[in-house]
């Protein structure tokens, strides 16, 4: 690879002037309520992908990460890396497999297994290294941090379990009250560290993901609380999840594997309710990785899916959010899309600012005609999958392949199998594991999943949360109260 210009971090809605990898991780919205993105992608080309084939993940990791990061050095984010990815942590020495779906649809789709860390959600991959990173950093300043998220499900206790107990962190996370699967709930409020706090949000997924923003955007309750985000609107998150596109790749394409090599294309179908994992896919292909298609796969929630079809961003309200079997989907109001649509109009900050800082607010926009062509060129395609199309999915891949899949891959599944396209593989990534959702996979096939020894007795544990209503200044108060204050 040809030596490339070091990569700086912009606003998706302002020209204020690029900032470093460290000045923008510990941040989530930018100053002026953007996203942070790249200043350019770095590129990948042939040679150097064939020379990443038979990389450990860690050491692959490493390739793709200093590709985005330059003021951390080398050595030390190769220890913070190294540290992550282990075995110990991800239950297997691939970290990734990629494992085909053999005696279902013909062998047409592979799973890339994402969900074998702590919280058996595909969350772990990007959370455990933002865990590392932002204690390395802390220590490089010397100062304390305030994390304050929402979530849908699995981002909660992915982060939870990736910050508990570490010093000068404490977390703020907040969750729609019951709208998630017992075993998730049971997963983040049987927490017992002290520097966890864990806010049940009167409202749906949507409301908590409000109040985090209207927080963020008091800047000086921010700055003088020194509050940071892990959610997906993270930049260090989402380069963190690129990576694992890259594995998918290299082993889809494994010539040892019977794969293509160097110049085969591969699909990848994302279950995605916020846009997070699959927009690290779109920064994938951006840097040139051979994919063909990104599939976008949404439940019943599919404003997503309505986007990519019609080029209209309709955000929806709590009355009008379905309560599915694939919750961590519940999501009517995307962050991430923002960071696709100022690539996908050449990158105009203005306009930018005005349709997700003036039109979202108000009920969301639509672009022209052209500009929905274009969608295509980036290689999205979109489809909506229902709870009778995720039993039947969960149990026609129980059928052929002997497999359990939990209710957001299924979602996956169904999507893709309307998208293969011969000669070209089709990985679907996997989510989460099936015991979070054992009621539903017990529906669908009969069987209940096992729940791993570590957990046997998870939702008979202790609960420990605080209910309070969708109110920012209620949530403030709450975070000044039990804030982490004093530095390192």
Known sequence: MESQQPVRYLSTRSDAPPRTFSEILLEGLAPDGGLYLPTHYPRLDAATLRSWRGLSYADLAERVLSLFIDDIPAADLRDLVHRTYTPAVFGTEAITPLTPLMGFDGGALSLLELSNGPTLAFKDMAMQLLGALFEYELGRRGQSLNILGATSGDTGSAAEYAMRGRAGIAVFMLSPHGRMSPFQQAQMFTLAEPNIHNLAVEGVFDDCQDVVKA????????????????????????????????????????????????????????????????????????????????????????????????????????TDTHETSSPSMDISKASNIERFVFDLLDRDAARVAHLFGDLVPSGGFTISAAEHTRIAEFGFVAGTSSHADRLATIAAVHAGSGRLIDTHTADGVHVARHHVEDGVPMIVLETAQPVKFADVVQQATGVRPPLPDAVADLEQRPRRFELMPADAEQIKTYVEKHAVTTPR
């Open 215 to 318: 927080v963020s955007a008091d800047l000086d309750f921010k700055r003088r609380l020194h509050i940071g985000t892990v959610n997906s609107i993270n930049w260090a998150r989402l380069v963190a999840q690129v990576v694992y596109y890259v594995a998918g790749w290299l082993a889809a394409t494994d010539p040892a594997r019977g794969g293509g090599g160097d110049d085969q294309q591969v699909s990848f179908t994302v279950p995605s309710g916020n846009f997070g994992n699959i927009c690290a896919g779109h920064v994938a292909r951006m840097m040139g990785l051979p994919i063909r298609r990104l599939v976008l796969a949404t439940n019943e929630n599919n404003v997503l899916e309505e986007f990519i079809r019609t080029g209209t961003y309709r955000v929806r309200g709590a």
